[in-house]
């Protein structure tokens, strides 16, 4: 298998990421989300459609146009709001803590966090997203990301590792390329490129994050979930 190989071979070249004490332990979210109809499941995956064709304001129309009272409808709201820079996300996202999408409002928050540049509160909403969902890799990424920026090597790889694991997560391998690149393991970082099959640009927006994450790099962008 592919990500078998792949993981063996980090582990050889890399040295074992362990679990540098966080305590992964799933937590349950309080009771399951009632399952939309027909007619709104549609509405939903039009939504999601336009969010994804890169059509935000009209994903935002089409899910305004469903009721409220569903709690994918909010969750959904929030995530495009949150894309588009409103101030509406955060007190959307706050709202569903404690509910069936406990661990997406958490994301949500960690990635606002983030995106002001306050990774202590990133960092505290997405190890508690991680809990809620150990098993989605965005979640599990964005984590590797803040470790990453913190300087958590080892706690980055680990993260990371766990996306790819998860769902041969594309932007998670890359992120893990930028890793070692860091690291200035670039025979490492070689490697991975050739197992993983990534692409020369993926290489290279790789190494042009690694600079940037070096001592006087500019931050670098990231990638919305």
């Not at 958490?106 to 190890?127: F, M, N, P, T, Y």
């Amino acid at each position: 298998m592919k990500i078998a190989g792949l993981i063996v071979g980090v582990l050889l070249l890399s040295g074992c990421a362990g679990q540098a004490g966080v305590p992964w332990l799933a937590q349950a979210t309080p009771g399951a989300c009632p399952r939309p109809d027909s007619s709104q499941e549609l509405g939903l995956n039009m939504a999601d459609e336009l969010l994804a064709d890169g059509r935000p304001h009209a994903s935002l129309a089409h899910l305004e146009e469903m009721q409220d009272n569903l709690i994918q409808v909010r969750v959904r709201k929030a995530k495009v709001l949150r894309l588009l820079g409103s101030s509406e996300a955060e007190p959307l996202y706050r709202g569903l803590l404690g509910t069936c999408m406990g661990a997406e409002a958490e994301h949500g928050l960690g990635q606002l966090a983030a995106d002001r540049g306050d990774k202590v509160q990133a960092r505290q909403h997405l190890v508690r997203a991680a809990r809620l969902a150990p098993t989605d890799e965005k979640i599990r990424n964005d984590l590797g990301v803040i470790y990453l920026e913190q300087g958590e090597l080892d706690k980055a790889r680990f993260e990371f590792l766990t996306a790819i694991e998860l769902k041969d997560d594309r932007l998670a391998a890359v992120n893990l390329v930028t890793l070692l690149l860091y690291q200035d393991k670039w025979q490492q970082a070689a490697d991975l490129v050739s197992r993983l099959g990534l692409s020369a640009a993926q290489f290279s927006e790789a190494q042009a994050r690694a600079e940037q994450l070096k001592p006087g790099g500019a931050q670098p962008p990231r990638s919305p979930s």
